[in-house]
């Protein structure tokens, strides 16, 4: 008999699924490939009292995954809004934030930044300069202490499934830990039969909230290759060079060192930030589909 239901866990070729019934059932993939991610929706057989096998996977609204040259790797699926967080300290990297910007813009995921570990003020000046250029664009950044109060979060989360994503350390856990008290109980259920259960996250893992809405927490991430985007989605993932798409006077302009080129021109008049500007050309010297 097939079963319907949702994975909550991936872990390589571990996967839990939530079946309709609310019960959790541990899965592993038919045959070598693994290519699920925490939020598929997946059809299931019953192997035993205790194991399934997913025997296909529904297709998706929405896919976050990174990619270098050799591979890609799943974030989450399905989900419709990309949480990005970041801390006072440790310091983070603008560049990472960009990256997740784009990849949230590239599949129409709206997004959101945390700015956690507002309770260590030392810092706070040096991570809100970091984050000044994305608050001129009018990308949402809430400042949050996940120590004192998460309660400035949570009408953010209503009605979305959100991921949680961002540099190792920055809070995340905790943040969901605060946010659902009963979720440190499942983290430490789900780390004991997937793998050892260290501090640090190792696989992403769906909770569900009250109101019908839904949290995947993230293993941190060193860095968010986008090999995967082209040129089009890359220019489309900065709205304020999205704004000036269609005025260069080359239609196939890279806004490189061209000659009447509208965005190099903004740059110059300082309509846009060059900070922003320069992770826009690195991004684009990178290797991508045409
Ligand atoms: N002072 C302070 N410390 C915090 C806050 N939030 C989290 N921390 C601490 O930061 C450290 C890292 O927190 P985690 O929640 O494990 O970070 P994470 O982002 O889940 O890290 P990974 O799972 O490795 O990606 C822990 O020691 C937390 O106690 C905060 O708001 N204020
Ligand atoms: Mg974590
Ligand atoms: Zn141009």
């Known amino acids: 008999m097939k079963l319907e239901g949702t994975v909550i866990a991936a872990h390589g070729r571990h996967y839990l699924v939530e079946l309709a ?8 993939p038919r045959g070598k490939k693994s290519d699920l991610a925490c939020g598929d929706r997946v059809s299931v057989l019953r192997s035993s009292e205790s ?22 790797k799943l974030i989450a699926a399905n989900v419709t809004q990309i949480i990005i967080v970041v801390a006072t300290e440790p310091s983070f990297s603008e560049e990472l934030v960009t990256r ?12 959101l930044i945390v700015l956690n570990k507002c309770d260590l003020t030392d810092r706070l000046a040096s991570a809100e300069n970091l984050l000044e250029p994305l608050v ?8 949050l202490s996940a ?13 979305h499934t959100s991921v949680l994503v961002g540099q190792s350390g920055m809070g995340k856990s905790t943040l969901v830990n ?13 780390s004991e039969a997937l793998d050892s259960g260290k501090h640090t996250t190792t696989h992403a893992t769906l909770y569900r909230l009250n109101d019908n809405s839904a ?3 993230s293993p941190g991430l060193q860095e968010f290759g986008l090999h995967h985007l082209s040129m089009h989605e890359l220019e489309h993932g900065f709205p304020e060079i999205r704004a000036l798409l269609g005025q260069c006077r080359f239609r196939n302009c890279r806004h490189d060192r061209e000659p009447g080129c509208a965005i ?27």
């Open 264 to 290: 190099q021109a903004a740059v110059e008049a300082g309509q846009i930030d060059p900070r922003r500007f320069a992770g826009f050309r690195a991004l684009c010297r990178e290797p991508h589909p045409l």
């Open 136 to 143: 001129r664009l009018d990308y949402r950044v809430l400042h």
């Open 100 to 111: 997740c910007l784009i990849a949230a813009e590239s599949q129409g995921i709206s997004a």
């Open 21 to 28: 019934d609310g019960q959790t059932l541990p899965c592993f």
């Open 178 to 190: 605060a946010l659902m008290p009963l979720a440190n109980a499942r983290t430490r259920e789900i």
């Open 147 to 159: 120590r004192c109060s998460i309660e400035d979060l949570r009408p953010h989360l209503a009605r």
């Open 215 to 217: 949290l995947i927490d």
């Open 51 to 72: 194991q399934g096998v997913i025997d296909s996977a529904m297709p998706r609204q929405t896919l976050l995954y990174r990619s270098n040259e050799f591979r890609q």
